[in-house]
């Protein structure tokens, strides 16, 4: 693989929105929003058809995440198709992006009691950086070989990970060494750091604006109107085809029961450390610079694997890792004590996580037509994002049923069994023969 310009401008999108991933998602708003603004363990009262209703602060940011997911799902495939039609695939991203920056930077003002605030900004902000993920994730076809799906998309998502770490190491020493950084003790807070990701976002993505190219519109100037017509008509002929696709269906039904499971255990791994395992902040921030170290490694190995032995092979690997994961989580300190089991888990978990989302990207492009990139990834990203949808919201739930987030964990292991079964009777070879049709 040689590492063209298109390439780099391309893998530093992941390098720059993975900042939002690790401070917002990951590490440090969730907690925010979970212990702060959303009023922690005894939670907010609400009342809903005539009853009086208490839920804990992660359950709150559990059903927010999954309601930010559903916009994004529904209008995915429609705005894939329009952009596919015009050749706006780079413009979209970046209309995408800077509107979650700054969606991002505004959240740095929420605090306690801010819950309508703090719910607002977060939506706008996850709009940008789920959304802007299809288009980013379509122009994997414009930059690169069929042949090098596997490892241009590992190597993109291993330097997301670095880039996720270097900005989460520079929150820790934000939070606990500011007499690195010339200032006093105490000098930042967590919404410096909220503030950090967003500029730390919209700065990486510089690259990906002059080195990553469209290719040539289908046909130029079209009316708006125009364009949502012939994106409408584009997802009703893609609904008639489906049975063309039928490998590519039964892939998109896997991948939205396993990743179910990946995305709750990153939005609520945090959550989980501290309530379950009584982690500091800072402890959670080294907890998931130990985890992005390992997921780049997990994502250059398994991102070569695919290449080898296929897509499909590698992520039925990493899903059996994931279930152990799972299991060990439920019953957690068994080896050697809450926090060195969760530490351990971290690295286990950190492994697969990069490999099995890279992996998953590498094989939607393998069974995506060229000329309609922008389409499939959309309904690639709706299979996804109804991920964040049902795995956050039957998390919550379990977690207000369990009376924790310990009790209901074993949910995300079956996401994974459920998700490895279809899998296994997807045809990886016939899939790739449609799309090269």
């Not at 017509?229 to 991948?255: D, K, M, P, S």
């Not at 393998?366 to 919201?393: D, L, M, N, Y």
Request: hydrophobic share 55%; with cysteine; charged share 15%.
């Amino acid at each position: 693989m040689r590492l063209t310009r298109p390439i780099i401008g391309w893998s530093f999108y992941d390098f720059a929105n993975s900042s939002f991933a690790t401070t917002i998602l990951a590490v440090i708003f969730n907690r925010y929003f979970a212990e702060v603004i959303a009023g922690g363990p005894e939670g907010l009262s609400w009342r809903f058809f005539g009853h009086q209703i208490l839920l804990p602060g992660s359950a709150v940011w559990s059903y927010l995440v999954s309601f930010s997911t559903a916009l994004v799902a529904i209008s995915s495939p429609l705005l894939g198709a329009m952009a596919d039609r015009a050749g706006w695939r780079k413009r979209m991203l970046i209309i995408y992006c800077y509107l979650g920056v700054a969606a991002t930077l505004a959240l740095a003002s929420v605090g306690r009691g801010d819950i309508g605030k703090g719910i607002l900004f977060f939506i706008i902000a996850y709009f940008g950086f789920a959304g802007g993920n299809v288009f980013y994730n379509a122009l994997l076809l414009d930059i690169s070989k069929r042949s090098e799906y596997g490892k241009v998309s590992g190597l993109a998502w291993g330097f997301g990970y670095l880039g996720g770490g270097l900005c989460l190491a520079l929150n820790l020493v934000m939070l606990e060494y500011p007499q690195l950084l010339g200032f006093s003790e105490g000098a930042f807070g967590v919404r410096d750091c909220i503030l950090i990701a967003g500029v730390w976002w919209g700065l990486f993505a510089i690259p990906t604006v002059f080195w990553v190219h469209d290719r040539p519109a289908e046909q130029s100037r079209l009316s708006l109107l125009k364009l949502t017509r012939e994106g409408w008509r584009r997802l009703l002929v893609t609904a008639r085809e489906i049975r063309r696709y039928r490998q590519l269906v039964r892939f998109l039904i896997a991948f939205l029961l396993f990743n179910d499971g990946i995305e709750t255990v990153i939005i609520m791994a945090s959550i989980f450390g501290a309530e379950v395992v009584g982690m500091s902040p800072a402890e959670l921030v080294l907890f998931f610079l130990i985890i992005q170290g390992m997921a780049m490694l997990g994502s250059f190995f398994f991102g070569w694997l695919a290449d080898i032995i296929g897509n499909k092979r590698t992520l039925l690997i990493t899903l059996v890792i994931w279930v152990a994961v799972v299991l060990w989580a439920f019953k957690l300190g068994w080896l050697a004590g809450l926090k060195t089991d969760y530490y351990l888990i971290g690295l286990l978990a950190g492994l697969v996580l990069g490999g099995s989302q890279s992996t998953a990207r590498a094989m939607q492009a393998a069974f995506t037509p060229h000329q309609r990139s922008a389409e499939f990834f959309g309904f690639f990203s709706v299979s996804g994002k109804f991920a964040g949808i049902f795995g956050t919201f039957i998390y919550g739930s379990a977690i207000v049923l369990a009376g924790g987030v310990q009790g209901g964990i074993l949910v995300l292991g079956v996401f994974f069994i459920l998700g490895g079964v279809i899998l296994l009777t997807v045809r990886e070879a016939a899939g790739v023969a449609v799309a090269r049709e």
